[in-house]
């Protein structure tokens, strides 16, 4: 294991231990990090969480909070970390390709929650992603 993994390993772990924060006591809109099966980072909607997910692409996915009672609860917040600008509305799932319009109703969330400091590993993901080939115009 590297010194980078190690880190990783010690943060992974320092944010299990953390107690969640209550659905009660959730800002709508509030950004918070997240001890999550899919996500690391999200926006509370009121409902759910809505974050980025590498599962079948990088993309808007929404998890539920750990103390709702439903068997999807998979999503513990440990930290609030802002609150969304409210220039940015909150889609929660991936538009229909081809749709007129559909990829900038969701992009300024998209790029907001890639932003931040939990999602390294989503623009590790975009890094890596094949370059395209020949002409882009």
């Known amino acids: ?8 390993l010690e ?3 320092a944010k299990s ?4 924060i209550p659905s009660a006591e959730l ?3 509030g ?9 690391s980072a999200g926006v509370w909607n009121g409902e759910a969480f809505l974050g980025l997910r590498e599962k079948f692409g990088l993309r808007i996915d929404a998890e539920f909070p750990f103390d709702c009672g439903t068997p999807f609860a998979t999503a ?3 930290e609030l970390l802002g609150m969304l600008p409210e220039t940015i509305e909150m889609r929660a799932w991936d538009p229909v390709p081809g749709r007129p ?7 300024p969330l998209f790029d907001y929650l890639l932003a931040l400091p939990d999602n390294a590993e989503a623009r590790e993901y975009i890094r890596n992603l094949p ?7």
């Open 11 to 13: 943060a992974w772990k």
């Open 101 to 107: 319009g559909a990829v900038t109703a969701y992009q």
């Open 31 to 39: 950004v918070y990090s997240l001890f999550a099966r899919n996500l």
């Open 131 to 137: 370059k395209p080939v020949g002409p882009t115009s």
């Open 76 to 78: 513990k917040p440990v």
């Open 17 to 20: 231990e953390k107690p969640g």
């Open 27 to 29: 800002k709508v809109r």
């Open 1 to 8: 294991m590297n010194d980078d993994d190690a880190a990783d």
